[in-house]
């Protein structure tokens, strides 16, 4: 199975509302941030202290593997890019890109960008579904996991959770 390379705001919305479980359950061992959105993480935390106590929860180093090390292709690929992306993002898909990850991110853009490169893209929507599709969680847990992320984390939903 492919590998997973979450961009921040996908991974946060699950590790701000305790629910990285679903996370570890459905991904475990394929689970890929970067060092930049590590970075983007640490930085959240030093702002919203409240966000201390729920990743240091998370054993992110014996649970993701991250990304410190970008090819020649990856960062010409990056330097490619016309469009208005962090390096953050453009980074996480110059990797999807050209390690075949599929790429968990709900940023309008990125998916744009990544799927006009061919990337297999999953959002959060599409992860709470796949955990009740796995009976990890029943649909209604997932109809309120979804709504404490739009309130904890200000995650605008793009549709309803089909379950």
Request: glycine share 4%; with cysteine.
């Amino acid at each position: 199975m492919r590998k997973v390379l979450f961009d921040t705001s996908t991974y946060s919305n699950f590790a701000r509302t305790k629910n990285f479980w679903i996370l570890e359950k459905l991904y475990g061992g394929r689970m890929v941030i970067t060092h930049l959105v590590r970075l983007e993480i640490e930085k959240g935390i030093k702002r919203h202290r409240t966000l201390k106590e729920i990743f240091e929860a998370i054993d992110i180093r014996n649970t993701v593997e991250e990304i410190r090390d970008v090819t020649e292709k990856e960062f010409e690929f990056m330097t490619g890019f016309h469009s208005g992306l962090s390096e953050t993002d453009k980074l996480c898909v110059a990797i999807a890109v050209h390690r075949g990850y599929t790429l968990a991110s709900d940023d309008y853009d990125v998916v744009k960008e990544a799927r006009s490169n061919m990337v297999h893209i999953i959002g959060t929507i599409d992860i709470l579904e796949e955990s009740v599709e796995h009976s990890l969680i029943l649909c209604d847990e997932a109809k309120r996991i979804l709504k404490e992320m739009q309130k904890r984390a200000r995650f605008l939903a793009p549709r309803l959770i089909d379950c």
